[in-house]
């Protein structure tokens, strides 16, 4: 997805105590963010595109149709492929995906009207357009705020986020089991050990849970930066941040101290 580190809803924590209304995306240097359900909408009551992301801190996408359009399968995996290979043109994109020009057009135009696409400069020959996925730290507004209807649209952009997840880890398993190696005569991949991952377990309070996501977006921010000041060797690292509280303790099985009375 489009769904970056600092991406959130209320099944992850993201939203600071006493934040009220601030509260999930993952492409080469940001997060994702929304402005507190502002319902920005033209003269034709359309949403307009939101400011891009990244320049006024956190955003909370608040608007469901923002949110449906978003959670449009196809443009997750525009998204992702935006994300994690860089700018593209809709010719690209089509041949990358298995689609036609004419459908990834329309998506990117109707990514690029919600601020989660934009034109940039590109290997551009002729009238070649080429797109990339805006950095920002996008949020969803927590669940105990969420409509039922919001609820559903929430679910399937989890589920497809964390689907696309799970096989890019997994297409990195299949490369490494299947021994992709430098050509004979040329040096080590550099990069061949480079999945540093950590479980954990740490006991906190809630406030504390918000604290420590923020802490960690913050950690991201730090190594954020233009293309232009990225030194070379550097590659695209995904990262993923997920903390939940552990499942509560069965309740004891109520227990029976009275004895049975032996039969007279």
């Known amino acids: 997805m489009a769904e970056e580190p600092g991406t959130t809803d209320a099944e992850r924590p993201g939203e600071r105590a006493g934040q009220g209304d601030r509260t999930r995306r993952d492409d080469r240097t940001g997060n994702d963010s929304r402005t507190r359900g502002d319902d920005r909408t033209d003269h034709d009551n359309r949403p307009r595109p939101r400011p891009r992301p990244g320049t006024e801190g956190p955003q909370e996408l608040s608007d469901l149709r923002v949110l449906k359009a978003l959670a449009q399968p196809r443009r997750q995996q525009m998204l ?3 994300t994690v290979h860089g700018p593209a043109t809709s010719a690209t994109l089509a041949r990358a995906l298995g689609l036609n020009t004419g459908a990834t057009s ?3 135009r109707e990514l690029a009207r919600y601020g989660f696409v934009e034109e940039t400069r590109g290997s551009a020959r002729g009238r070649e357009r080429w797109w990339r996925a805006v950095p920002g730290d996008r949020r969803f507004p927590p669940r105990s705020r969420q409509s039922p209807e919001m609820r559903l649209v929430m679910d399937e952009l989890n589920h497809l986020s964390y689907a696309a997840d799970l096989e890019l880890f997994a297409q990195l398993q299949r490369e490494r089991s ?18 540093p ?11 504390e849970l918000h604290e420590f996501f923020e802490e960690y977006v913050a950690l991201l921010n730090r190594y954020k930066r233009p293309d232009a000041d990225t030194p070379d060797g550097a590659r695209t690292v995904l990262t993923r941040f997920l ?11 109520s227990s029976d101290n009275r004895k049975e009375s032996d039969p007279s």
Do not use: K, N, V
């Open 80 to 82: 992702q492929h935006l």
């Open 106 to 108: 329309y998506h990117l």
């Open 178 to 195: 299947q021994g992709h190696q430098s050509p004979q005569g040329a040096a080590p991949d550099e990069w061949a050990d480079a999945l």
């Open 197 to 207: 991952w950590s479980r954990g377990t740490i006991r906190l309070t809630l406030p």
């Open 243 to 253: 903390a939940f509280p552990a499942p509560a303790p069965a309740p004891a099985a």
